[in-house]
């Protein structure tokens, strides 16, 4: 049995840049499987409420804990390990989206869950996903799409929303910059166009590292041939979650990439409007 909520933190933060870190360290690892094959345990960084950018209107937002991807930029290093995150019961989590539904819907928002990556906890994932649905409240699910095959169709059915990263289209500068495969990622996009999954997509640029015009370009050809992408998400580095990779001694390569200019991120924004995708 899991202690829940054994840490000295809070299940809200005031934002995920907040460090957290060994909130489950004295979890079993057979509490940690039995929670991750059941879903009656999620491991979360945090809570956050008030987002407008995680989705369609104001968003509460849960941080999953654990990534098996080492993206260069990742802002948030602290969600790569599990054991990061708070041993959260499902129910805990519910009556948390409780506190706000009426809330969400009179604002035209709803739940994102987002990490981390959500899916190395599917099925606390789907049974989230699903009692926000039973609550009448939108949901969304962000992810790098690696672990996509791990929802059924059906399951796939409580998740209003895919937002959906694609960090590059190169084969091998992805598993440079993310150290895996992109296989997995476009064939989960490819899953959801033929399900007529609503999708949005984000891109993130970095200069000298994703702002290659013929591989931008080959990303938004595959986006338009889906078909069900409302939109893409075209986001600009930022050095926000730097703090982490010193606080938690991991060898940051960015150190001294600056944000790309205004005029590259119009230009890349301007490569998808060229395939008939609408950008943000
Ligand atoms: S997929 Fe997301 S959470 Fe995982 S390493 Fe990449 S940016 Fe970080």
């Known amino acids: 049995m899991i202690a829940e909520g054994k840490t000295t933190h809070s299940l ?18 057979s509490a940690v499987k039995t929670a991750l094959r059941t879903g009656d345990i999620g491991f979360l960084h945090s809570f956050t409420t008030g987002s407008t950018v995680d989705g369609p209107g104001v968003r509460v937002v849960g941080w999953a804990a654990g990534c098996h991807w080492r993206c260069v930029y990742c802002h948030n290093p602290d969600t790569w390990n599990m ?12 009556d948390e989206l409780r506190k706000y539904r009426h809330g969400l819907k009179i604002m035209g ?19 989230l996903f699903k009692a926000a649905k039973e609550m009448g409240i939108h949901t969304a699910l962000n992810t790098n799409g690696h672990l996509g095959e791990r929802l059924t169709d059906e399951e796939l ?12 289209w190169n084969p091998e500068a992805h598993r440079r910059l993310t150290g895996k495969d992109n296989g997995p990622t476009l064939d989960f996009a490819l899953r959801l166009s033929k399900l007529k999954k609503p999708l949005w997509t984000r891109f993130v640029l970095v200069p000298g590292l994703t702002d290659d015009h013929n591989d931008i370009s080959q990303i938004a050809a595959f986006t338009a041939e889906l078909g069900n992408v409302e939109r893409v998400e075209v986001l600009p ?6 703090y982490k990779w010193k606080e938690l001694k991991i060898d940051y390569t960015l150190e001294n990439t600056e944000p790309p200019a205004s005029d590259a991120i119009e230009r890349t924004c301007q490569i998808f409007r060229a395939a008939g995708l609408k950008t943000y």
């Open 12 to 29: 809200e933060a005031a934002s995920p840049f907040e460090l957290r870190v060994n909130q489950s360290a004295n979890v079993p690892e």
């Open 83 to 94: 054991m990061n995150g708070m041993p959260v019961t499902l129910e805990r989590a519910t």
């Open 109 to 127: 928002g709803g739940f994102t869950l987002t990490g981390g990556e959500p899916l190395m906890q599917d099925r606390f994932a789907v049974r």
């Open 157 to 168: 059915e409580h998740i209003d929303l895919v937002i959906l990263d694609i960090k590059t």
């Open 237 to 242: 580095f930022h050095q926000m979650g730097r």
